[in-house]
């Protein structure tokens, strides 16, 4: 029989993941899926039950996002409009039901190309914290995943929560995704970006790219040059294919390369709009 650990506290987990091998479980939204008409063999670590692993936390420097904050509870939080596109992608992610117990962490671990809580967080400059029984550490979400389904994290270490900085000035996001319908639907591309005003003019940018390489890509040529530019309603018109040089697109089922380079550099233009006029 497949064994089931349900642990109430962090070093209970570790410990288990310590002594072999365990799948770890928190909303479930993705693992149950993968199993339709297979049977159950995987051992399961449920860490639904960790209480700490859970709720958003105003550190003085940054905020906290524990791993197993399900999404409907991040769109209810009182958060700043720095998470304004966090949000909004947060709406996209499956239904009610699935924004109820889909993990901001599990997204992450998941490492799909068209993971919709990537590209926010990458604009978001976040941040990993992952713990074994040796302790834990922090390593920039950009680094954490390598590729489709693949990330960082070791077979008895667990990501523990997600660190969001706190900006230097006033900052704001916004996130878009274009799929083949309004709602319930895979990404053809999507794009996040986040702006820190200092008297009317961009003091930082990061805009970043999901299901348009194997890993959501940071844009930096256009995020430097967005420096210093008068945020206004034309903001996204600094925008030029060549800022796009970082993604690596497929054709699939969804869009063609040409399709989703084009469709990229169109969003990367409304979403710094949006932000221009919002500023």
């Known amino acids: 029989m497949p064994a089931y650990l349900r642990p109430t506290s962090q070093s209970e987990a570790l410990a288990?993941?310590?002594?072999?091998?365990?799948?770890v479980l928190a909303g479930g939204t993705d693992y149950y899926p993968s199993k339709v008409g297979k049977p159950l063999s995987d051992d399961i670590l449920d860490i639904s039950a960790i209480a700490s692993l859970r709720g958003i936390h105003d550190e003085g420097n940054r905020w906290r996002i524990g791993a197993t904050t399900s999404w409907s509870e991040l769109i209810a939080a009182g958060l700043p409009p720095l998470f304004d596109g966090l949000k909004l992608a947060a709406r996209e992610i499956g239904g009610v039901q699935i924004q109820n117990a889909g993990t901001v962490a599990g997204n992450l671990c998941n490492a799909s190309p068209a993971a919709d809580g990537v590209p926010p967080l990458l604009a978001l400059d976040?941040?990993?914290?992952?713990?074994?029984?040796?302790?834990?550490?922090s390593i920039a979400l950009a680094d954490f995943i390598l590729g489709n389904r693949r990330t960082l994290l070791r077979p008895?270490?667990?990501l523990t929560a997600i660190l969001i900085p706190k900006p230097a000035h006033s900052a704001r996001s916004h996130f878009a995704k274009l799929g083949a319908r309004r709602y319930l639907v895979v990404s053809i591309v999507m794009v996040a970006a986040t702006l820190e005003v200092d008297a009317g003019r961009v003091?930082?940018?990061?805009?970043?790219?999901?299901?348009?390489?194997?890993?959501?890509?940071?844009?930096?040529?256009l995020e430097a040059a967005?420096?210093?530019?008068?945020?206004?309603?034309?903001?996204g018109e600094h925008a030029?294919?060549?800022?796009?040089?970082?993604?690596?697109?497929i054709d699939d089922v969804r869009a063609s390369r040409e399709y989703r380079l084009d469709a990229g550099l169109t969003l990367v233009r409304r979403v710094l709009n949006q932000l221009g006029a919002c500023a």
């Not at 713990?131 to 550490?137: E, R």
């Not at 060549?242 to 697109?249: E, G, T």
Request: charged share 20%; net charge positive.
């Open 126 to 137: 976040a941040r990993v914290e992952i713990a074994d029984t040796g302790g834990s550490t």
């Open 16 to 23: 288990a993941l310590a002594q072999g091998r365990l799948t």
């Open 240 to 249: 030029r294919h060549d800022h796009l040089s970082p993604l690596a697109p």
């Open 203 to 221: 003091s930082a940018a990061r805009v970043a790219v999901g299901a348009a390489s194997a890993v959501a890509q940071r844009l930096p040529l």
């Open 156 to 158: 008895d270490q667990l």
């Open 226 to 235: 967005l420096i210093g530019k008068r945020c206004d309603a034309g903001l």
